[in-house]
């Protein structure tokens, strides 16, 4: 256990939440609350902190919560710390939220009837990320019960020592940082590598589940607080694509290197996308499925603005794997937010 990692788990975000003016029944209407959100976590799972606090002023009807930011509705089944990096550019602290309990934007938001959905979302993106990292997921659909409730409760709370005992029998695997002196050799010696040297000299050592949140700007800045902002989820292009890390000899796999083949579109000849990679690639469907290379300029020009994972800006040449190893959600995936700076003769028809 890295001390990255307890920092990841004991990351929290201060929320200054209000009540929309819409449900405000009394007056005087109530006091924002004030809540430090698990960076880890999910915003539905705040309800039982917020409800208290502001049922005696709700119209009648049936709870649907839901959040807001800037007039923007919040998807649910992203992390809250992810929602923080994505849109506030530049981080603002308290983030102030506004929350809803009636009128679920439906046409938005997919539903969400609480916890249980929560939790099976989490489940899902694990059976997904095992899938990805083992070719099956069976290990994950065999947890048993008790397992299955201690690892959702460990997320919960907070705990990492359950979580990675439990998750340990998962056996999903660990990730070698590449920058020790010893692992290629090993890794290309070993008979059981996932990967043969392919004709380039490359060798693979492992898929990587990764989310990627990607946004484009056309407009350069310089300073955050001049960065445009996030207003419509059709912006941003949420981009679930395995990463498989390659070798060569002398060098390692950086974070640079990751975004490059992550999105060929912008980067073609950094790029090595197998066939299975390029049908993995999904877009959530009412978000942004813009075909980057359907511009009329094939060989577009990007910049990489920032990449924000677990709310820090790693420079782009550490090693992919020590990102992999101690940034990593719980649910196994590596979740990035990704600013590009494309220019208006390349950008996206």
């Given at each position: 256990m890295s001390e990255a990692q307890k920092h990841v788990w004991e990351g929290a975000i201060p929320l200054q939440i209000h009540l929309h003016e819409s449900e405000v029944t009394t007056l005087p209407p109530p006091p924002p609350a004030l809540v430090l959100a698990p960076r880890l976590g999910y915003l539905p799972l705040l309800?039982?902190?917020?409800?208290?606090?502001?049922?005696?002023?709700?119209?009648?009807?049936?709870?649907?919560?839901?959040?807001?930011?800037?007039?923007?509705?919040?998807?649910?089944?992203?992390?809250?710390?992810?929602?923080?990096?994505?849109?506030?550019?530049?981080?603002?602290?308290?983030?102030?939220?506004?929350?809803?309990?009636?009128?679920?934007?439906?046409?938005?938001?997919?539903?969400?009837?609480?916890?249980?959905?929560?939790?099976?979302?989490?489940?899902?993106?694990?059976?997904?990320?095992?899938?990805?990292?083992?070719?099956?997921?069976?290990?994950?659909?065999?947890?048993?019960?008790?397992?299955?409730?201690?690892?959702?409760?460990?997320?919960?709370?907070?705990?990492?020592?359950?979580?990675?005992?439990?998750?340990?029998?998962?056996?999903?695997?660990?990730?070698?940082?590449?920058?020790?002196?010893?692992?290629?050799?090993?890794?290309?010696?070993?008979?059981?590598?996932?990967?043969?040297?392919?004709?380039?000299?490359?060798?693979?050592?492992?898929?990587?589940?990764?989310?990627?949140?990607?946004?484009?700007?056309?407009?350069?800045?310089?300073?955050?607080?001049?960065?445009?902002?996030?207003?419509?989820?059709?912006?941003?292009?949420?981009?679930?694509?395995?990463?498989?890390?390659?070798?060569?000899?002398?060098?390692?796999?950086?974070?640079?290197?990751?975004?490059?083949?992550?999105?060929?579109?912008?980067?073609?000849?950094?790029?090595?996308?197998?066939?299975?990679?390029?049908?993995?690639?999904?877009?959530?469907?009412?978000?942004?499925?813009?075909?980057?290379?359907?511009?009329?300029?094939?060989?577009?020009?990007?910049?990489?603005?920032?990449?924000?994972?677990?709310?820090?800006?790693?420079?782009?040449?550490?090693?992919?794997?020590?990102?992999?190893?101690?940034?990593?959600?719980?649910?196994?995936?590596?979740?990035?937010?990704?600013?590009?700076?494309?220019?208006?003769?390349?950008?996206?028809?």
């Amino acid at each position: 256990m890295s001390e990255a990692q307890k920092h990841v788990w004991e990351g929290a975000i201060p929320l200054q939440i209000h009540l929309h003016e819409s449900e405000v029944t009394t007056l005087p209407p109530p006091p924002p609350a004030l809540v430090l959100a698990p960076r880890l976590g999910y915003l539905p799972l705040l309800i039982s902190l917020l409800k208290p606090q502001f049922s005696s002023t709700l119209p009648p009807g049936v709870d649907t919560i839901w959040f807001e930011y800037k007039g923007l509705p919040l998807k649910w089944y992203i992390p809250t710390g992810v929602l923080f990096d994505l849109l506030c550019v530049e981080p603002e602290r308290p983030w102030n939220l506004t929350v809803h309990f009636r009128g679920y934007p439906s046409n938005i938001l997919l539903p969400c009837e609480g916890e249980d959905s929560v939790k099976w979302s989490f489940i899902n993106s694990l059976k997904e990320a095992a899938y990805v990292i083992n070719g099956n997921s069976k290990n994950v659909m065999n947890m048993s019960q008790t397992d299955q409730v201690e690892l959702w409760g460990s997320v919960l709370n907070g705990n990492l020592e359950t979580y990675r005992r439990v998750a340990s029998k998962l056996k999903l695997g660990t990730f070698e940082d590449e920058y020790m002196e010893n692992v290629s050799s090993v890794l290309i010696k070993s008979p059981q590598s996932p990967g043969d040297t392919d004709v380039t000299g490359q060798v693979k050592t492992g898929r990587i589940p990764v989310r990627l949140y990607l946004w484009t700007v056309n407009e350069e800045f310089d300073d955050f607080e001049d960065a445009p902002q996030i207003d419509n989820w059709d912006k941003v292009s949420y981009i679930n694509r395995p990463v498989e890390i390659y070798k060569e000899d002398g060098k390692y796999f950086s974070l640079n290197d990751a975004v490059k083949r992550i999105l060929p579109e912008f980067f073609p000849e950094n790029s090595f996308v197998t066939e299975g990679d390029a049908n993995i690639n999904q877009i959530e469907e009412g978000e942004s499925s813009s075909d980057p290379g359907s511009s009329c300029n094939t060989l577009e020009i990007a910049e990489i603005k920032f990449v924000r994972v677990q709310g820090i800006e790693p420079i782009l040449d550490i090693p992919f794997s020590w990102v992999v190893s101690n940034l990593m959600n719980p649910e196994y995936f590596l979740h990035m937010c990704v600013c590009l700076k494309v220019s208006k003769s390349n950008a996206v028809q």
